[in-house]
């Protein structure tokens, strides 16, 4: 399932879209995947004895929150309100997996276009 999610992820075209029309495709490439298999994620994003697989899925999220930090360079919030990179990306990637797992566990009572957007909305506060 990782390398499901590493492989939609690496196939984002590069383009000049906005940071967040690049930000809710990328969560929406993220999300598709996770929900075609809504049953495993169920289960083990639920499950307190699979902490591997969360690890796993935390450090890819944050390898994609830190190439985004990247990308928006001394534009992004973080750098313009002093926030240390490593502490936003932490933030960003807690943030993105709580979300997640609460989809999930929530019997996903949005769509992921509608949770994509609203989520870029809210990381861009």
């Known amino acids: 399932m990782e390398e499901d999610i590493r492989t939609v992820l690496n196939r984002l075209p590069e383009n000049d879209d906005s ?3 690049i ?4 969560l929406v490439s993220l999300l598709e995947p ?5 049953k495993f994620y169920k289960i083990i994003l639920g499950s307190r004895r699979t902490p591997i697989f969360t690890e796993r899925l935390l450090k ?4 994609m929150i ?3 930090v990247d990308k928006t360079g001394s534009d992004s919030l973080h750098t313009r309100s002093g926030v ?3 502490i936003a990306i932490w933030y960003g990637s807690s943030a993105l997996i709580g979300t997640i797992v ?4 929530n019997d996903m009572p949005y769509t ?3 949770l994509a957007k609203h989520f870029t909305m809210m990381s861009r506060k």
């Not at 890819?60 to 390898?63: A, R």
Request: no cysteine; net charge negative; charged share 30%.
């Open 23 to 26: 930000d809710s495709l990328m």
């Open 66 to 68: 830190a190439l985004r």
């Open 19 to 21: 940071i967040e029309e």
């Open 34 to 38: 996770i929900a075609e298999n809504a």
């Open 102 to 105: 609460a989809w999930i566990k």
């Open 112 to 114: 992921l276009l509608f």
């Open 84 to 86: 240390p990179k490593d």
């Open 60 to 63: 890819m999220l944050s390898e």
